[in-house]
């Protein structure tokens, strides 16, 4: 919907760290709560993390938690995914979205018919030697 765009994408080897940023609008930001989503190819979605602007408290799924940190910079519009001790299983395409609430967010497994309400283009990072 052109409303979050993602960057920071790349190639890290394993154990590396990344930076992924999602600049979206002020209204988004300051109404939604924003996470980050990835797919692999052949798997359904799987929500990492998400900042619930409601609760002022930030989510994450089991299988990032204490890796993964979200965060935001309301003055630049922007949320931030920051990876460290990244895996080979990490590798993904990386989304930015937006919904009303937390949970499609850090659903491990999002179904392919749910639509959030809005969503980034995506950004792909690769872990390999």
């Known amino acids: 919907q052109g409303q979050l765009a993602e960057s920071g994408g790349g190639l890290v080897q394993p154990g590396g760290s990344l930076r992924l940023s999602c600049t979206t609008s002020g209204s988004i930001l300051n109404y939604y709560s924003i996470g980050w989503v990835r797919q692999a190819p052949g798997k359904e979605r799987e929500g990492l993390a998400c900042f619930s602007r409601s609760e002022g408290r930030m989510y994450y799924a089991d299988s990032v938690k204490g890796r993964f940190a979200i965060s935001s910079d309301n003055a630049k519009n922007t949320v931030y995914l920051q990876m460290n001790s990244l895996k080979p299983e990490d590798a993904a395409v990386y989304y930015c979205?937006?919904?009303?609430?937390?949970?499609?967010?850090?659903?491990?497994?999002?179904?392919?018919?749910?639509?959030?309400?809005?969503w980034g283009q995506g950004t792909q990072v690769t872990v390999s030697a």
């Open positions: 979205a937006a919904d009303p609430q937390c949970v499609a967010l850090v659903t491990t497994k999002v179904p392919s018919s749910y639509k959030y309400d809005y």
